[in-house]
């Protein structure tokens, strides 16, 4: 032990990151940042090519970021999984995704922590990140490091240390985000606190491995069910002609006791819930909690509210064609923004999709356009099969309808609302634009 601690206290212990995304990779780079060795471990050959060459193939980290990593060899990236003995430190940054029951998948922690076991050495360290249900690292992870022949805790430290990263976040970085730690053991929880406290700026020791995976579960279904409340207040207050957006506006100038947007917890209605981890983490902690024959009435119904929205937005525009003499059905409608959320590339789990494929449905001539993704990347339960069409005077004037479903923040809404005949507003978007306000709904 003492020697792991004397390396990391060094900065001389090796760091080992499984998996290369969006959390890996950052994390890699805030070890290197910090005077560490770091490998990167990756299944997918052409991440660890790309990385070898230097170039990043993630949005937010430019190549040169790669590239300076890259000097003096202090970062290197491989498929080969028994270099993993070479390491002092595994860190597990993998997807944790769900079934098509809409279940926790553990295909990713499960395969990792095979590919571990047989190079697992005395005295190293094994971290999980990867977002999951309490119970994981105690009784998926260590039984299957533990086939290799070593024990959790007398041969190896085991910990949970939830990512956090909030890809683009301009006034957070995988440095400056408290970086919540729980040991298998207290050597483990040592042993973790000590690398990730040489790294980051702050690290949160709890008292177990649970606490851990809990509280990364909380801090998005509280996002996910304060999201849903807003949405339904939207139905509510819409149906009373009353402007949901103004009155949240309003609340939010209370000094205590409401969310505000500069901390991300001022939260606005919107077409549903998209991206790879509010969508999903709640149902980890549903599908846990019936082990012990507890009911997640909450949490399902704000499940159930969100996964409902897209269907809301539908029906506002059929509504609003109707008024105009027209059918949905053949219907020429542009959805405006792919992208699961303002000002990313990434369309996983997008309510644009939920949108795109029910308007579809209805006999709709639906196109799309999203600066961010010019053409719709084949997904593991979809394949829109489309591109971004230009937005021009032209073609928005074709259009019955326009609907805004993700307001990037490139978008000149007074500009979109002029040249187009019906505007169906999903995000709260065109609220400061004064010209053709008779052409926006609210939905
Ligand atoms: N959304 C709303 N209304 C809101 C906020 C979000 O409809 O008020 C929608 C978004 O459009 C998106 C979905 O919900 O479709 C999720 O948005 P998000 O803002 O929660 O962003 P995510 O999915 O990128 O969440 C991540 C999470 N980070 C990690 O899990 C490590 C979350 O914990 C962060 O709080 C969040 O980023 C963030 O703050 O940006």
Known sequence: ??????????????VGIIGMGYVGLPLAHTFCTAGFRVVGFDIDSAKVKALGAGRSYIKHIPSETIAGMRKGDRFTATSDFSRLSDVDAILICVPTPLTKQREPDMTYIVSTGEAIAPHLRKGQLVVLESTTYPGTTRDVLRPILERGGLEAGPDFHL????????PGNPNFTTRTIPKVVGGYDSKSGEAACALYGACVAKVVPVSSMEIAEATKLTENIYRCVNIALVNE????YDRMGIDIWEVLEAAATKPFGFGKKENKTFFTPGPGLGGHCIPIDPFYLTWKAREFEIATRFIELAGEINTSMPEYVVHRLMIALNERGKALRGARVLVLGLAYKPDVDDMRESPSIALIEKLKGLGAD?????????????????DLQMASQDLTEPFLKSRDALIISTNHSDYDYAWVVKHSKLVIDARGATRDVTEGREKIVKA
Do not use: T
């Open 159 to 166: 910990a949970f240390s939830p990512e956090r990263e909030d």
């Open 233 to 236: 207040l939207k139905m509510i």
């Open 366 to 382: 639906v196109s799309y356009n999203d600066p961010y993704i010019p053409k719709s990347p084949r997904q593991r339960e979809h």
């Open 1 to 14: 032990m003492s020697s792991l601690l004397d390396r990391i206290n060094r900065h001389e212990a090796v």
